[in-house]
């Protein structure tokens, strides 16, 4: 009886390993077609960076403050917190207190988060 709902447990997964090899032979596939039969003329014009019609002016290359990059991640840190407010804003009425009391919580944390940020000078600009 275990050996039968073993096997029945391999036979329900095996459709998705065949998607699964399928995709990736696939990808595999394309990826090296398009390596050697795509085409391959290298110039000085083609290796340039294209900047939308402008000349490029400098080195690519030059460092710069690492403050753009903590913007960047702190607003998608917050933003795709704030993504979980909309499930509960939309059982709201479902959750009762207990839901409220856990999304004041969520919010505290959100805010304490925000004012460790602040208070480390993340947001400061020099």
């Known amino acids: 009886m275990t050996f039968l709902i073993a096997e ?18 696939f990808i595999v596939t394309s990826m090296l077609a398009t390596h050697y039969l795509g085409p391959k003329r290298k110039s000085k014009i083609k290796d340039e ?15 710069f403050s690492i403050k753009y990059f903590l913007v960047a991640i702190l607003f998608v840190l917050f933003d795709v917190e704030v993504i979980f407010m909309y ?5 709201f009425k479902n959750l009762g207190v207990l839901g409220l009391i856990e ?24």
């Open 8 to 25: 029945n447990g391999v036979q329900t997964y095996l459709p998705i390993l065949f998607m699964f090899i399928a995709a990736m032979g």
């Open 49 to 63: 960076a294209f900047e939308c019609g402008i000349e490029s002016q400098g080195n690519a290359r030059t460092p």
């Open 87 to 91: 499930p509960w804003a939309v059982n």
């Open 103 to 126: 999304m004041f919580m969520f919010m505290g944390f959100l805010v304490l988060g925000l004012l460790y940020i602040i208070k480390k000078g993340a947001l400061k600009w020099e």
